[in-house]
């Protein structure tokens, strides 16, 4: 069973859309998909708007949350609800149709040959991004140069939100133990997936800046992301025991 983990939060406008275009490429390309629906109490209705939807697209749900805690806590819910549903691959995504649902099967290939983990990565060859400003992409892929420098860690692309988890990853993990609610948590989860010894790959992704709404990053999450890189260098972060699946 494959199930997206889809936060929302004042995502109204754009939900409808991101569903469909979910549903579109699941039925044209033939792949069995849930979408599972993180709302964390959005005041513009989205949560309301969602379970209408639930009723009328096939394979969704919704899940509930009382309050707003940040992206880390929103994910983790819909992770553990993933895997109580049976879950074998689960995916993070944006509800603001800046990551194309064209690319999930191809997330799925890399995973059925045999990685663990596959980051949707706009700084490989292949990726990329669109419509932002010359100051935000600087920052984006400043960012993650200062991650990858500080973590030790190959990959290119440390702070995307397209991912998709085989299972054993998400179980290993002790989602308790991390505290980032911004974009610093997917720094964090690779690496902790990195450190366990799980296959991590890259799938090149093109992103594309919402065109409805507001986003969510906030200077604040940047700098806890920039903080919370120095606490994992210096933390003793768990590895899994030799032997182990």
């Known amino acids: 069973m494959n199930v997206i983990v889809l936060p929302t939060y004042n995502e109204r406008e754009n939900l409808r859309h991101a569903l469909g275009r979910i549903r579109e490429v ?22 309301e708007l969602a379970d209408e939807l639930a009723r009328e697209v096939p394979d969704v749900s919704v899940l509930h949350r009382t309050g707003k805690e940040g992206l880390g806590k929103a994910y983790f819910a819909g992770f553990r609800r993933a895997l109580e549903m049976g879950a074998e691959r689960i995916f993070e995504m944006d509800a603001d149709l800046s990551h194309d649902a064209s690319y999930l099967p191809h997330f799925l290939r890399l995973i059925d040959q045999g990685a663990d983990l596959v980051l949707g990565s706009r700084y490989v060859r292949g ?31 440390l702070t995307g939100g397209y991912k998709c988890f085989r299972r054993t990853v998400l179980e290993a993990i002790d989602f308790d133990s991390i505290d980032a609610k911004g974009f610093g948590f997917q720094i964090e989860m690779t690496y902790r997936a990195h450190k366990m010894g799980f296959r ?6 093109v992103f594309v800046d919402r065109k409805v709404g507001e986003s969510k990053m906030s200077s604040d999450i940047f700098f806890e992301a920039m903080v919370n890189v120095w606490k994992l260098r210096l933390s003793q972060v768990p590895t899994r025991p030799s032997g182990s699946a």
């Open 200 to 205: 991590i790959v890259e799938l090149p992704i």
């Open 26 to 47: 699941a039925d044209g390309h033939k792949v069995q998909v849930h979408t599972l629906v993180v709302d964390d109490d959005s005041p513009d209705g989205t949560g």
């Open 127 to 157: 990726g990329g991004v669109e419509n932002w400003s010359l100051s935000r992409k600087a920052i984006s892929r400043g960012g993650c140069l200062y991650a990858q420098a500080i973590l030790g860690l190959p990959y290119r692309d």
